[in-house]
């Protein structure tokens, strides 16, 4: 019993030495390691597992190590998704199994460590996934500008089809808007008859001293026969010419 004792007492003295900062003492055989992963790129710190840490909450057992230690581990920040939580707890167990009959602690956190490290490298192929996606599409659009759209009987026949609908409905528009116009214009006659004064509009550019002239008062048979008269004259000049021959 004593053996064990001392043994659990020189592991707590090289662990407070290795994780100045990350141990507390709970009591003579009952303590807490904070681990947390790697930055790996920082430059671009990915907060949302940085910032997560877990903690191995140890208590040994009366003959630890012959035996496994009770052991928990905690979300201390952030979180963690639930897969790695699980494949987390399941490398410690298996590691520990197979350190019973030595000092097994910090086998135990670093399997905690290397496994956070392991989700950090995930989430960082997994955003370079994203981005390297994100390119390919806006690289195939930039193409597609230059390319233009393969022609084939369908899009085509689809276009058109498209496009005759359009038309008839322009044509239908403009037919509405001429009859409306139409409607609301009336025809010469009908101004005059539904506004007299513009049988007078002409009126007042006339001078004071214009004479009116009526048509009515010129006999058409009278111009007629003056006109008849000049014809006459005209073939008697012609026909003189043809005596003198």
């Not at 019993?1 to 001392?6: F, G, Q």
């Not at 003579?28 to 940085?50: G, H, L, M």
Request: proline share 3%; glycine share 4%.
């Amino acid at each position: 019993m004593t053996d064990y004792v001392e043994e659990q007492q020189n592991e707590i003295e090289a662990l407070e030495s290795i994780y100045p900062d990350e141990f507390q003492a709970i009591s003579e055989k009952e303590f807490k390691i904070s681990v947390y992963p790697d930055e790996q790129d920082e430059e671009n710190p990915r907060k949302c597992f940085t910032e997560s840490g877990l903690s191995l909450h140890v208590k040994y057992t009366p003959t630890y190590p012959e035996e496994l230690p009770e052991y928990e581990i905690e979300t201390i920040e952030g979180q963690i998704p639930q897969k790695y939580y699980t494949k987390i707890l399941e490398s410690v167990k298996e590691a520990a199994e197979e350190s019973i009959g030595m000092a097994m602690v910090f086998t135990m956190v670093s399997i905690m460590k290397e496994e956070l490290d392991n989700i950090m490298l995930d989430v960082q192929k997994a955003e370079e996934a994203i981005l390297d996606e994100r390119r390919r599409k806006l690289e195939e659009a930039e193409q597609a500008k230059f390319t233009g759209t393969k022609v084939t009987v369908e899009n085509f026949m689809e276009w058109k089809r498209k496009f005759d609908e359009e038309m008839l409905k322009k044509d239908a528009v403009l037919r509405a808007q001429k009859e409306r116009e139409l409607k609301g214009k009336l025809t010469g006659r009908q101004l005059f008859e539904q506004d007299k004064t513009l049988a007078l509009s002409d009126a007042k550019y006339m001078e004071d001293d214009d004479v009116s002239v009526d048509p009515s008062q010129f006999d058409k048979e009278e111009r007629g026969g003056a006109l008849d008269k000049e014809d006459e004259d005209d073939n008697a000049v012609w026909k003189q010419f043809g005596k003198d021959e």
